[in-house]
Structure formats: structure tokens, C-alpha cells
T-cell receptor, first 110, second 112 residues
Framework: DAKTTQPTSMDCAEGRAANLPCNHS???????VYWYRQIHSQGPQYIIH???NNETNEMASLIITEDRKSSTLILPHATLRDTAVYYC???????????FGAGTRLFVKA | DAGVTQSPTHLIKTRGQQVTLRCSPK?????VSWYQQALGQEPQFIFQ???????QRGNFPDRFSGHQFPNYSSELNVNALLLGDSALYLC???????????FGEGSRLTVL
């Protein structure tokens, strides 16, 4: 599975959009980009995933570049409850093991 | 619809002891993966069970073993506990080996 690179931490003002970048330059054609988040001491929570098209759901939007070497998770209106560690993961369709990177610690501030 | 449930939520053991952690997958899921998460670190993949067999394994010693039952629930066993085994143990279920992972809240193990 390809590896990902994320900023260690980011700040965001409450009510503003949080844009979390992820680099996955060695991604293969059959690998999806997944995003999970983990709020302190809880299990990771699935947010969104995509292959090459942009995706949106009730939680977030995922923008994947045309060359698929990077992506951005967008939380359109961040709240204090969005403070968490956000993990970007690439995972192939065989998907046997999902490997987590170090993630981005997002701090949403009032 | 119950999500992934794990038990116990917290437990304390001493070095050299053995521990068994349990996981019931989300309804409709047939695959269980186990992760170890040390304090302040990302989750580390231990292994995955599908059709009652271990399908993939991460870089963990043989002291870590598991089992999946016909009802898809799973156990993680750790023998000869070390201080370094203290961690949050997460269970994740999915439908099939490539399905989206749904995580439980974890079992926090402290080894003294």
C-alpha cells in the first residue's frame, strides 16, 4: 500500500472551512483515498473516500487532484467538536490491511 | 443497529500474564481487523480475520494470536505480556476484506 504524508498539526477558526492536505505521490491506479478521524480516546471514525472523482457527503468533501498524487479533505464549517486527529490512508481494492500514517492533529479554536 | 462492540473496555494485567479481548462486529459485517494503538501514536495493524482464518498480519510477534467464530465475532489473545503491550486495542469490522472499516471504542490494556 502507498504511503501518505500529512502536516503534523493545523489550526482552524470555528465556523471556517478546514482544509486538510495529504500527499500520496506513489498511489497506484487501484488504490482509494480514505479519510478517518479519531477524537481523543475514541475509535477512528470513517469520514469519506474516493478514487479519482471529488466526493461529498454530510460530513465533508474530498478533492483529489487529477494526477491523484494529493488530496484535500474539506470540513466546510468546522466546529469545536471537529478537533481530532485526521488520518489520510490509501488502500487498494484488495484492502487486506489498512495502514495508518501519523495523521494531522486539527485544533478548532473559538 | 449495534455498531462494533468490544470488551472489556479497560483492564489491568501484570507482566507475563495472558489476556483475551473480544469483539462483536457490526451487523452484516463478516471481517474483523485488530489494531494496537500506543498512547500518542497511530493505530498499528495486527491482523485481519475473514471466514474464520487469519488473512493478513502486521509486524507483531506470535505472542499475538486471534480467532474468529462462525458468528463473525473475534478474539485477540496476547501471551506473556510485556510492559510495552500497554495500549488501546481497536477492533474494526467490515463487509468483506476491502469494505469500509467501522471501529469499536477499543479495549484499554495496562500492563504493570
Amino acid at each position: 500500500d502507498a504511503k501518505t504524508t500529512q502536516p503534523t498539526s493545523m489550526d482552524c477558526a470555528e465556523g471556517r472551512a478546514a482544509n486538510l492536505p495529504c500527499n500520496h505521490s506513489t498511489i497506484s491506479g487501484n488504490e482509494y483515498v480514505y479519510w478517518y478521524r479519531q477524537i481523543h480516546s475514541q475509535g477512528p471514525q470513517y469520514i469519506i473516500h474516493g478514487l479519482k472523482n471529488n466526493e461529498t457527503n454530510e460530513m465533508a468533501s474530498l478533492i483529489i487532484t487529477e494526477d491523484r498524487k494529493s488530496s484535500t479533505l474539506i470540513l466546510p464549517h468546522a466546529t469545536l467538536r471537529d478537533t481530532a486527529v485526521y488520518y489520510c490512508i490509501v488502500r487498494n481494492t484488495g484492502g487486506f490491511k489498512t495502514i495508518f500514517g501519523a495523521g494531522t492533529r486539527l485544533f478548532v479554536k473559538a | 443497529d449495534a455498531g462494533v462492540t468490544q470488551s472489556p473496555t479497560h483492564l489491568i494485567k501484570t507482566r507475563g500474564q495472558q489476556v483475551t479481548l473480544r469483539c462483536s462486529p457490526k451487523s452484516g459485517h463478516d471481517t474483523v481487523s485488530w489494531y494496537q494503538q500506543a498512547l500518542g501514536q497511530e493505530p498499528q495493524f495486527i491482523f485481519q480475520y475473514y471466514e474464520e482464518e487469519e488473512r493478513q498480519r502486521g509486524n507483531f510477534p506470535d505472542r499475538f494470536s486471534g480467532h474468529q467464530f462462525p458468528n463473525y465475532s473475534s478474539e485477540l489473545n496476547v501471551n506473556a505480556l510485556l510492559l510495552g503491550d500497554s495500549a488501546l486495542y481497536l477492533c474494526a469490522s467490515s463487509f468483506g476484506v476491502s469494505g469500509e472499516l467501522f471501529f469499536g471504542e477499543g479495549s484499554r490494556l495496562t500492563v504493570l
